[in-house]
């Protein structure tokens, strides 16, 4: 029998091995929302792969940060929504996008006015808004084809969460998603796909080296100690 861990090994080795064959290189964050061609505004769909620990939500708060200080894609995203999916999983009872907007982000549902004008202005500015889904391997498997839900419609959560990703419901939005490799597999519905990947021995150097602010003659002692 072989440990879960080792299975995510696996997914990962075939994941980056998948991503040398294809035209791979760094990118920014805002890169991984805005689109390819100019004058063209679809909704960007992002999957953002990493082994457990290595930094994907990190990443995401990263972006929230980032949002806050009008750094990212500055009057281009009005909203951000960060769900983590370990806490979604745990709702048993149906819900519905209002209650995936309010109740479970901000403690409580609005008057009914107020939720329509919200779902107005997704439904008019879709690209504005951004939803992140973090650790989607922690989300319940479930599959919804073509099955659009209201945003009053009660459903289980697994099946809310599925038909988001598929561009069912809310098809318009920016979408970004975490996971471990092998959490995701429709990867058609993603239209960028990125890894993070750990420290190397030199961008460990430059890390410390610029955080602690090393003199000189600090940072050669820090470039040439051995990592393990």
Known sequence: MHKKSDMYKWHHDILQLQME??????????????????????????????????????????????????????????????????????????????????????GGIPSADAVADF??????????????????????????????FAYNEQVEMPKLIASIINGCTLPSVQLLVTSRPGGVTNYDAYDKKAQIYGFTRETMSEYIVKFSGANREEQEAIEGYSFK
């Open 21 to 106: 064959t294809e035209e791979c290189s760094k990118i920014s964050v805002n890169d991984l929302f805005e689109v390819e061609s100019p004058g063209v505004t679809p909704p960007v769909r992002s999957v953002i792969f990493g082994l457990a620990g290595i930094g994907k939500s990190v990443f995401t708060f990263h972006i929230l940060d980032l949002w806050l200080r009008h750094e990212l894609l500055p009057d281009a995203i009005r909203q951000v929504f960060h769900f983590e999916m370990r806490d979604l999983s745990s709702i048993q009872s149906p819900c519905s996008l209002e209650d995936l907007f309010f109740r479970y982000q901000r």
């Open 119 to 148: 779902f107005s202005q997704i439904e008019s500015h879709p690209s504005s808004f951004l939803v992140i889904f973090d650790g989607l391997n922690d989300a319940s498997a479930t599959s919804v084809k073509n099955r659009t």
